[in-house]
Each structure stands twice: as C-alpha cells, then as structure tokens.
C-alpha cells in the first residue's frame, strides 16, 4: 500500500520559512516524480513544484520561483520543500503527489497517482 505522509507544515510570519517533508513508502521512491500542489482556503488546486525521479530537474510555478526549493534523497524516501520569504498569500494546505517516471505534464494533477493528506501552512501578516 502506497502512502505519502507529509510533515512540517504550521504558522508563520510574513517573511519567515518553513520546511515540509514528505515520507513515501510502498513504492520504489527512486522511479516516481514528486510534487507538491497546494490548495487555498476558496481555490482550486494548484501546482507549486516538482522534481524528477532522478533529482535532476525541477519545476516550478512562477509564484514560488525563487523563494521555494525542493529538494529530493532517494535513500530515505523522503522529499522536502524548503519555504523561504513566506507571503500571506502561501496560506494554503499543501499536497504531496506522485507519479510514475518521466510526466509529460508536470503541472497537471491527472498525472499524479498518489497523494498525501495534506499539510496546513498558515502565514500571517
């Protein structure tokens, strides 16, 4: 049984940063595309970052470019996203997704096969 199970998530200042992580087991962490979506209180679902199944190549919504980093390690089934220069307007409940291999639409949900529960981020002005 696959399960993502993200962590980290909590209340923070405007400016300030926060860590999440996200712990896969039940599959062979090494083959599958991780991402993290996001969902604000009134809003659709929406793509935030993506890393390949080799770490190789990352993709990002242009809302976080600079200021979020994922980061991946193979060896303990783990993926992380990294938060810097948080906004009010990151305040969402954050998903982590995988799917198989090489996506052909990193930003598309469709592509995704599992998902976490989620993890609520909360900053404050």
């Known amino acids: 049984q696959v399960q993502l199970v993200e962590s980290g998530g909590g209340l923070v200042q405007a400016g300030g940063s926060l860590r999440l992580s996200c712990a896969a087991s039940?599959?062979?962490?090494?083959?599958?595309?991780m991402a993290w979506f996001r969902q604000a209180p009134g809003k659709e679902r929406e793509f935030t970052v993506a890393i390949s199944w080799s770490g190789h190549s990352t993709y990002y919504a242009d809302s976080v470019e600079g200021r979020f980093t994922i980061l991946r390690d193979n060896a303990k089934n783990t993926v992380i996203l990294q938060m810097n220069s948080l906004q009010p307007e990151d305040t969402a409940v954050y998903y982590c997704?995988?799917?198989?291999?090489?996506?052909?639409?990193?930003?598309?949900?469709?592509?995704?096969?599992?998902w976490g529960q989620g993890t609520q981020v909360t900053v404050s002005s």
């Open positions: 997704a995988a799917g198989y291999g090489a996506l052909n639409n990193y930003h598309g949900e469709s592509e995704y096969e599992y």
């Open positions: 039940g599959l062979k962490f090494s083959d599958w595309t």
